[in-house]
């Protein structure tokens, strides 16, 4: 028995070898075909403490980073600042977390009374973040917190954090003035620190040739056919974004730009895309599919050369150079859980194709909404400011500005930004006739008194 099972032994070693002989032979064939693939997979910068506060929070007491960790039966936060470090661990079944999170997102869903999804949006805050910003449990200077940095998991990938609310309902079932969590903080989604790491890597590399940018990009096709069936979706027809087309149109009006619109919208003139740009915007549908996410995809106008659907599995291979790539697609990131991969969706597949920042939605965008939010998105962007503070004041914005029925979050809460925050250097382009005209002034102002005098010397030697 003791020969046998030394036999075995050595049966085991030997095919552990094969299998390491075969990992090491895969690993070598990533690192010659995809190499970015190879450096985010498996040559991964680890994220340690001090990392993180030096790259991602840069000692900025106004940053914290936050990351949630869903298992069985309990929920593990991790939260760092720049002087503190905490880990929290909540029973999930003493405080009704999974009960919880379903109220607020079926709330969401089905429109329900404003004093119930108030309720949700309350609790959801008690028990995820007061922890860490409020009371005897907080991080230290946690009172000067202002930007979150979120990595969810489980279901709380699915969660509108900015829409949660930091104060209860009063006794009239209608919560306080400036009660939700974007009045106090802006918030940032990242797949993992790891990730997040990768990205500001990236960013700051494109951002050292980002004089031959062009400002934007932008892909609208105009959905009057019907996109055909494939092995995976049926044949179906989708409606033409109105509002946020119109709102593209004035964009590439205002911004350095390219504009491939209508028919010119293809899959096959996206894939040759090889310019630089600071913003990529594809204003179109996107197809989430729950159980096979990468074959969740994008639609472009139909062409002889592609299918007119980008999926995600063909990111992967494709080496997009733009700092900040806009999905106006539903869903666009929130995909399905992998194991070891953190949630898989459109957005972690421009995140491998090179594209360090995402704004995304979390469900169906509503298209007023969106290209209200959006364009002032941009427009704070110009202003210097960070991306996550940006969308921040452009949803700030559009509440201000929106009566009692498109307050609510289901029009503006699911668009949210990952991926780095840093500001980008987005400048409307400069018109010759304001140019020309003011040239024209300047030699008016300069050259009126020098004609005047010349004029009167000319008569005095008369």
């Given at each position: 028995?003791?020969?046998?099972?030394?036999?075995?032994?050595?049966?085991?070693?030997?095919?552990?070898?094969?299998?390491?002989?075969?990992?090491?032979?895969?690993?070598?064939?990533?690192?010659?075909?995809?190499?970015?693939?190879?450096?985010?997979?498996?040559?991964?910068?680890?994220?340690?403490?001090?990392?993180?506060?030096?790259?991602?929070?840069?000692?900025?007491?106004?940053?914290?980073?936050?990351?949630?960790?869903?298992?069985?039966?309990?929920?593990?936060?991790?939260a760092i600042n720049a002087s503190d470090f905490k880990m929290y661990a909540l029973s999930l079944e003493a405080c009704d977390l999974p009960e919880q999170v379903r109220l607020l997102r079926e709330g969401l869903r089905k429109q329900q009374p404003f004093a119930d999804l108030a309720t949700a949006q309350f609790k959801l805050y008690q028990t995820?973040?007061?922890?860490?910003?409020?009371?005897?449990?907080?991080?230290?200077?946690?009172?000067?917190?202002?930007?979150?940095?979120?990595?969810?998991?489980?279901?709380?990938?699915?969660?509108?954090?900015?829409?949660?609310?930091?104060?209860?309902?009063?006794?009239?079932?209608?919560?306080?003035?400036?009660?939700?969590?974007?009045?106090?903080?802006?918030?940032?989604?990242?797949?993992?620190?790891?990730?997040?790491?990768?990205?500001?890597?990236?960013?700051?590399?494109?951002?050292?040739?980002?004089?031959?940018?062009?400002?934007?990009?932008?892909?609208?096709?105009?959905?009057?056919?019907?996109?055909?069936?494939?092995?995976?979706?049926?044949?179906?027809?989708?409606?033409?974004?109105?509002?946020?087309?119109?709102?593209?149109?004035?964009?590439?009006?205002?911004?350095?730009?390219?504009?491939?619109?209508?028919?010119?919208?293809?899959?096959?003139?996206?894939?040759?895309?090889?310019?630089?740009?600071?913003?990529?915007?594809?204003?179109?549908?996107?197809?989430?599919?729950?159980?096979?996410?990468?074959?969740?995809?994008?639609?472009?106008?139909?062409?002889?050369?592609?299918?007119?659907?980008?999926?995600?599995?063909?990111?992967?291979?494709?080496?997009?150079?733009?700092?900040?790539?806009?999905?106006?697609?539903?869903?666009?990131?929130?995909?399905?859980?992998?194991?070891?991969?953190?949630?898989?969706?459109?957005?972690?597949?421009?995140?491998?194709?090179?594209?360090?920042?995402?704004?995304?939605?979390?469900?169906?965008?509503?298209?007023?909404?969106?290209?209200?939010?959006?364009?002032?998105?941009?427009?704070?962007?110009?202003?210097?400011?960070?991306?996550?503070?940006?969308?921040?004041?452009?949803?700030?914005?559009?509440?201000?500005?929106?009566?009692?029925?498109?307050?609510?979050?289901?029009?503006?809460?699911?668009?949210?930004?990952?991926?780095?925050?840093?500001?980008?250097?987005?400048?409307?382009?400069?018109?010759?006739?304001?140019?020309?005209?003011?040239?024209?002034?300047?030699?008016?102002?300069?050259?009126?008194?020098?004609?005047?005098?010349?004029?009167?010397?000319?008569?005095?030697?008369?």
């Amino acid at each position: 028995q003791i020969i046998e099972s030394k036999d075995k032994d050595g049966e085991l070693i030997e095919k552990l070898r094969k299998v390491q002989w075969r990992q090491d032979s895969l690993n070598n064939l990533f690192r010659r075909e995809n190499p970015k693939y190879h450096r985010l997979k498996i040559e991964k910068e680890v994220a340690t403490v001090a990392k993180l506060r030096e790259k991602v929070l840069n000692r900025d007491l106004e940053k914290v980073m936050i990351e949630f960790f869903w298992g069985e039966k309990t929920l593990n936060i991790i939260a760092i600042n720049a002087s503190d470090f905490k880990m929290y661990a909540l029973s999930l079944e003493a405080c009704d977390l999974p009960e919880q999170v379903r109220l607020l997102r079926e709330g969401l869903r089905k429109q329900q009374p404003f004093a119930d999804l108030a309720t949700a949006q309350f609790k959801l805050y008690q028990t995820l973040l007061a922890p860490i910003l409020e009371g005897e449990t907080a991080l230290k200077n946690a009172n000067k917190i202002r930007r979150l940095f979120l990595i969810p998991d489980g279901p709380l990938r699915g969660i509108p954090f900015a829409a949660l609310r930091t104060s209860p309902p009063n006794e009239s079932g209608k919560p306080g003035e400036k009660a939700l969590l974007l009045y106090k903080y802006s918030t940032a989604y990242q797949f993992s620190s790891t990730l997040l790491l990768e990205n500001i890597q990236q960013d700051q590399k494109l951002a050292q040739n980002e004089g031959n940018f062009r400002s934007l990009y932008a892909y609208a096709p105009d959905f009057k056919q019907e996109m055909p069936s494939t092995t995976i979706f049926p044949e179906q027809k989708f409606p033409a974004l109105i509002a946020t087309g119109k709102a593209l149109d004035q964009l590439v009006e205002r911004y350095p730009s390219r504009y491939f619109k209508g028919e010119q919208a293809t899959e096959a003139s996206f894939k040759a895309l090889a310019e630089q740009s600071l913003v990529l915007y594809l204003n179109t549908h996107g197809l989430l599919h729950d159980s096979l996410p990468l074959h969740s995809g994008i639609i472009f106008s139909p062409d002889t050369q592609e299918d007119g659907i980008l999926y995600t599995r063909e990111l992967f291979s494709m080496s997009l150079n733009t700092r900040l790539v806009i999905l106006g697609a539903c869903n666009t990131g929130y995909g399905q859980a992998q194991p070891g991969e953190s949630q898989m969706s459109l957005s972690r597949g421009f995140t491998y194709a090179g594209c360090p920042s995402m704004l995304t939605s979390l469900w169906e965008q509503y298209d007023g909404a969106s290209a209200s939010i959006t364009t002032d998105f941009l427009r704070f962007l110009e202003d210097g400011l960070g991306k996550d503070i940006a969308l921040q004041r452009a949803q700030i914005k559009y509440l201000s500005k929106s009566d009692h029925f498109g307050d609510q979050p289901q029009y503006w809460a699911q668009m949210i930004i990952g991926g780095s925050v840093a500001p980008l250097p987005l400048k409307p382009a400069r018109k010759s006739w304001p140019f020309l005209l003011g040239i024209s002034l300047a030699l008016c102002i300069v050259g009126g008194p020098l004609l005047f005098f010349s004029v009167l010397n000319q008569k005095r030697y008369k």
